[in-house]
């Protein structure tokens, strides 16, 4: 089953923009993951949200969090072409990792 | 440091052929989850291990499928018969500490059954 939705499914922009995912989810959770995957790579995780915080910054990555609207968003400020790649949320269901089916991102330069 | 490491990369075997995938953890995790990745499913959970322990297999398709790990520093996850629909990527990746924590990822077994 999959918790965590991606939008959107996939996204095309010029190298220097600005790129923004959403995730949306069904339950309640205790911290909520963002992974990326490079073509033919196995996932990397980037930074990871607990329920009782809101935004988190890692480099040119910054997440957010509503746990009112059950949603997180994954910004990549000044992107790159290195940043082309998977991007997927995921979320503790139990004492697992749920995934999302993940967005395309595509940074052309 | 060493990431997980995963053997075979590539594996292309014929229907009703035993498959067996390796896994090597990072040093000092005490999790480790098996995962297949298709187009049609995504990333699925198939079983995971705590202090070698199999704590949920729920995810298993079916009696084919078993997983073992032996020790701390080993995990197999093996397909027997296989079959065509099997065909997929299989991570590994360990993670350390309790409750749901950053996962590392392997590189990935690609798997072809003709």
């Known amino acids: 089953s999959q918790q965590g939705e991606e939008d959107p499914q996939a996204l095309s922009i010029q190298e220097g923009e600005n790129a923004t995912m959403n995730c949306s989810y069904k339950?309640?959770?205790?911290?909520l993951q963002w992974y990326r995957q490079n073509s033919g790579r196995g996932l990397v995780h980037l930074i990871l949200?607990?329920?009782?915080?809101r935004e988190k910054h890692s480099g040119r990555l910054r997440v957010t969090l509503d746990t009112s609207k059950k949603s997180s968003s994954l910004l990549i400020t000044a992107s790159r072409a290195a940043d082309t790649a998977s991007y997927f949320c995921?979320?503790?269901?139990?004492?697992?990792?749920?995934f999302g089916a993940g967005t395309i991102l595509r940074v052309k330069s | 440091d060493a990431g997980v490491i995963q053997s075979p990369r590539h594996e292309v075997t014929e229907m009703g052929q035993e498959v067996t995938l390796r896994c090597k953890p990072i040093?000092?995790?005490?999790?480790l989850f098996w995962y297949r990745q298709t187009m049609m499913r995504g990333l699925e959970l198939l079983i995971y291990?705590?202090?070698?322990?199999?704590?949920?297999d729920s995810g298993m398709p079916e009696d084919r499928f078993s997983a073992k790990m032996p020790n701390a520093s080993f995990s197999t996850l093996k397909i027997q018969p296989s079959e065509p629909r099997d065909s997929a990527v299989y991570f590994c990746?360990?993670?350390f500490g309790t409750g749901v924590r950053e996962q590392y990822f392997g590189p990935g077994t690609r798997l072809t059954v003709t």
């Open positions: 990746a360990s993670s």
């Open positions: 339950t309640s959770i205790n911290n």
């Open positions: 949200i607990r329920s009782n915080e």
């Open positions: 995921a979320t503790d269901e139990g004492n697992k990792l749920v």
């Open positions: 040093s000092g995790h005490n999790s």
């Open positions: 291990f705590n202090n070698n322990v199999p704590i949920d």
